[in-house]
């Protein structure tokens, strides 16, 4: 569980925007300590305001041992070429820890199809010639998919997939159509409250950008949610499958269930956390739940 082409990722990781909100000197301390307690990824996005391949190579610069994940780096952000060179740097400065992860993402682009735009920037990335030293581990991409048609091409032109907000029967499906030997990797929000009110509260405010957006409202009809859920904040079923809640038991027993379905791995997004606040608490006490313990 948990590889890429022998990269050992661990069945669980972290995903998080925390770092966009620390100085470098807290996000240095921070990874080292997700390192020694035996978290095998770290996964962030591109959204707001760090470079995908710089921050992810000042991360690799402060560990020995973590994978860096991109999830995602946006194609919007960077030429093609540009992509391949650092990546390319990447790859031969920390072997077979880093991994690209390529997505559509960010601001709508009316008249652009997600699909056609992926295929030609993968086009593209598969061609370009350059004098840069050729890394002893190769570079590994995986593309952020939803439809069947992106994880199609999730399974042909990359390692795998990373899916975002979904529920389980999503990784079902998702593990269907990539076949049994493509990478999946599943994000899943995570808050620790126990009542439901509260709970849900808060679920609600982290997902309303996505109930809002055109790509994500498509995808939740897919997954069979009527306009009355996906409208008014979304419906209690649709809160409780994108973001587990309750207490530590409960939340453990219910991200087991994407493995079940077919995920690789798990990126484990804690939400909830006060403005100025950290997740490490919450990643100490996963880790304790999820990770296997040395002999």
């Known amino acids: 569980m948990g590889g890429i082409d022998g990269m050992d990722l661990g069945t669980f990781g972290i995903y998080t925007f925390d770092f966009e909100h620390r100085p470098a000197t807290r996000m240095r301390e921070s990874v080292q300590e997700l390192e020694e307690l035996g978290w095998r990824a770290f996964w962030?996005?591109?959204?707001?305001?760090?470079?995908?391949?710089?921050?992810?190579?000042?991360?690799?610069?402060?560990?020995?041992?973590?994978?860096?994940?991109?999830?995602?780096?946006?194609?919007?952000?960077r030429g093609a070429r540009?992509?391949?060179?650092?990546?390319?740097?990447?790859?031969?400065?920390?072997?077979?820890?880093?991994?690209?992860?390529?997505?559509?993402?960010?601001?709508?682009?009316?008249g652009t199809r997600p699909l056609a735009a992926?295929?030609?920037?993968?086009?593209?990335?598969d061609s370009v010639e350059t004098v840069n030293p050729a890394p002893r581990a190769p570079m590994r991409r995986i593309l952020a998919a939803y439809g069947p048609r992106m994880l199609e091409l999730a399974r042909d032109r990359a390692a795998g997939a990373q899916t975002y907000h979904v529920n389980v029967a999503h990784t079902a499906?998702?593990?269907e159509i990539l076949g049994p030997d493509a990478f999946l990797g599943v994000e899943h929000a995570v808050l620790f409250e126990?009542?439901?009110?509260?709970?849900?509260?808060?679920?609600?405010?982290?997902?309303?950008?996505?109930?809002?957006?055109?790509?994500?409202?498509?995808?939740?009809?897919?997954?069979?949610?009527?306009?009355?859920?996906?409208?008014?904040?979304?419906?209690?079923?649709?809160?409780?499958d994108f973001v587990f809640w309750g207490d530590p038991e409960t939340i453990v027993g219910k991200l087991r269930t994407h493995v079940a379905a077919g995920a690789d791995h798990v990126a484990v997004q804690v939400i909830g956390i006060e403005p100025g606040r950290s997740a490490m608490p919450y990643w100490r006490l996963l880790a304790d739940a999820l990770l296997p313990r040395p002999a």
């Open 44 to 77: 962030m996005p591109e959204l707001l305001g760090r470079e995908a391949l710089t921050h992810a190579g000042f991360l690799l610069s402060c560990t020995e041992r973590i994978n860096v994940v991109n999830g995602i780096a946006q194609i919007w952000s």
């Open 118 to 125: 992926m295929t030609a920037y993968l086009d593209e990335l």
């Open 173 to 175: 499906q998702a593990r």
């Open 82 to 110: 540009w992509t391949y060179g650092a990546a390319l740097l990447l790859a031969d400065a920390y072997p077979g820890r880093h991994v690209l992860g390529l997505g559509f993402g960010g601001e709508r682009r009316p």
């Open 194 to 240: 126990a009542d439901p009110g509260r709970a849900r509260a808060a679920a609600r405010e982290h997902l309303a950008p996505y109930l809002g957006s055109p790509y994500n409202v498509a995808k939740f009809r897919r997954l069979g949610y009527s306009e009355e859920e996906i409208a008014g904040g979304g419906a209690d079923r649709l809160v409780d």
